[in-house]
């Protein structure tokens, strides 16, 4: 099965910059979202998103066509309000 990928940030890095973070993999069917981070030796406590929905379950099979985005962690900012 064919699945988009894109990474963002620094994970661009990881493809040819003229794949400006794109690119398209050939997995075998069944494959989880975990394949695609293993195939870019990425840690797996980056955030994606499966066909522009936020996905944490990195168990979560994928389909012909999907397309996976991935995103540093979020973090910074304050909780204090003084």
């Not at 493809?15 to 797996?44: I, M, N, W, Y």
């Not at 929905?53 to 985005?69: C, K």
């Amino acid at each position: 099965m064919r699945v988009k990928v894109v990474l963002f940030g620094v994970f661009r890095e990881k493809l040819p910059r003229e794949a400006r973070g794109r690119t398209t993999l050939e997995l075998p069917e069944g494959s989880p979202l975990r394949a695609v981070l293993e195939h870019f030796d990425l840690p797996l406590h980056v955030t994606c998103a499966v066909n522009g929905q936020l996905e944490a379950d990195r168990q979560r099979l994928l389909q012909d066509g999907d397309e996976v985005q991935v995103f540093r962690p979020a973090g910074g900012g304050s909780n204090s309000l003084c």
